[in-house]
């Protein structure tokens, strides 16, 4: 499956983006996942297929909220109150088959990647 990005880019503090990822075929679970320069690779929220169940890093609980399409085949990442903390390389992430929720933060448990997209916040 091919992930495709896109969404990213310039906003001042307290603004809002919203990412978009969509897969070339079917997938189960989707994810973000962020890398700011020189730290490593950080869950931000995950969404099953049915959308039923989402969970997020605490570093954004009730900043960003996570969506799907009713096709399934894209994934949204709603970015509110963005702070410059908050800059980094998106990448959304997929599994094709089904897991159970606790690994869902980890980057091992997906199998396909997007290119990843950029979101810079201004002080």
């Known amino acids: 499956v091919q992930l495709q990005a896109s969404g990213g880019g310039l906003v001042q503090a307290g603004g809002s983006l919203r990412l978009s990822c969509t897969a070339s075929?079917?997938?189960?679970?989707m994810a973000w996942f962020r890398q700011a320069p020189g730290k490593e690779r950080e869950f931000v929220a995950f969404?099953?297929?049915?959308?039923?169940?989402?969970g997020f890093a605490e570093s954004v609980k009730g900043r960003f909220t996570i969506s799907r399409d009713s096709a399934k085949t894209t994934v949204y990442l709603q970015m509110n109150s963005l702070k410059p903390e908050d800059t980094a390389v998106y990448y959304c992430?997929?599994?094709?088959?089904?897991?159970?929720?606790?690994?869902?933060?980890?980057?091992?448990?997906?199998?396909?990647w997007g290119q990843g997209t950029l979101v810079t916040v201004s002080s």
């Open positions: 969404i099953t297929l049915s959308g039923g169940a989402t």
């Open positions: 992430a997929a599994r094709a088959t089904r897991t159970v929720l606790p690994v869902l933060r980890y980057p091992t448990t997906y199998n396909s």
């Open positions: 075929g079917r997938t189960y679970h």
